[in-house]
């Protein structure tokens, strides 16, 4: 069993909801990435999914671009990625760690070096934003040999159709972008949400997490009770970016200890 696997399973049989905050790796700098994890950790986070740098973060509105901008001043690549999480499980063997990011770095990679980097590394999932499924078989393929989880986007414009093509290639958890619009924008619709969430469980056996929107505690209580785990992102690269660097470990464990216990409560 994969420690994805493990970690729903064991908040189901504990009747929890998974937190999954999301930070870019490299922000606000590359020695404070792996602190930042352990501070995800320690507060409560269940799944951590870690950014790759890009230059051109398509799904991701501005305040997870500029993150992106301030990790590439600093030349962070898909390389320093890896080993960042290989330096993360020297001390933390249980927690899952997904990267989220676009195809372009993993294809200069090339897919068989990348899944097993990953490996090797630590990583438990990848999430490659503009990877559809319809042009993701043979890449992933080298994921699953590996032992790699690949994640899937569903938007609520996602049809029927592409909801049963990913449920059968999807593995992990399965991502609901609960918003037409990018990473960061407002106007959730939670009625949407619990509209559309059963006719995903139609298809989709697995977890369901839902990310893109939420920004406070209040939300992600409510959005927890339609779904199997929570995606903080831009609240929380938001607070790395108005943190100086002495209290941005602090201040980032404190904000996700405060969703922690929302979604608890």
């Keep these: 069993m994969s420690r994805i696997q493990t970690v729903f399973e064991q908040l189901k049989q504990q009747q929890c909801k998974a937190l999954i905050p999301f930070i870019t790796a490299g922000d ?3 020695q404070l990435t792996v602190p930042l994890l352990h501070a ?14 890009f230059s051109d973060p398509m799904a991701d509105g501005p305040t997870i671009q500029r ?5 590439l001043k600093h030349h962070v690549g898909l390389h320093h990625v890896l080993d960042m999480v290989a330096e993360f499980r020297r001390k933390n063997s249980h927690t899952p760690v997904v990267l989220m990011g676009y195809g372009n770095p993993i294809e200069a990679m090339g897919w068989e070096t990348f899944a097993k980097r990953c490996a090797e590394a630590g990583v438990d999932g990848v999430l490659t934003v503009d990877f559809p499924p319809e042009e993701s078989h043979e890449a992933f393929a080298h994921l699953e040999a590996h032992g790699i989880d690949p994640i899937f986007l569903l ?22 972008v609960s918003l037409k619009g990018v ?3 407002g106007n959730l619709d939670l009625s949407a949400i619990e509209q559309k969430l059963p006719q995903l469980r139609r298809h989709i056996k697995l977890p369901i997490g839902v990310g893109f929107g939420i920004r406070d505690g209040a939300t992600a209580s409510v959005v927890a009770k ?3 785990g929570v995606v903080v992102g831009s609240r929380i690269v ?9 209290e941005v470990v602090a201040n980032v464990g404190r904000l996700v200890k405060e969703l922690r216990q929302a979604i608890d409560n």
């Design 28 to 30: 606000p700098n590359p």
């Design 40 to 53: 995800l950790v320690n507060a409560g986070a269940d799944v951590l999914e870690l950014g790759v740098p």
């Design 67 to 71: 993150a992106s901008e301030r990790a």
């Design 155 to 176: 938007a609520p414009t996602t049809r029927d159709e592409r909801v049963a093509q990913v449920a059968k290639l999807a593995r992990g958890y399965v991502y609901y």
């Design 183 to 185: 990473t960061g924008a």
């Design 226 to 228: 339609l779904c199997d």
């Design 238 to 246: 938001q607070e790395i970016e108005n943190s100086n660097e002495q």
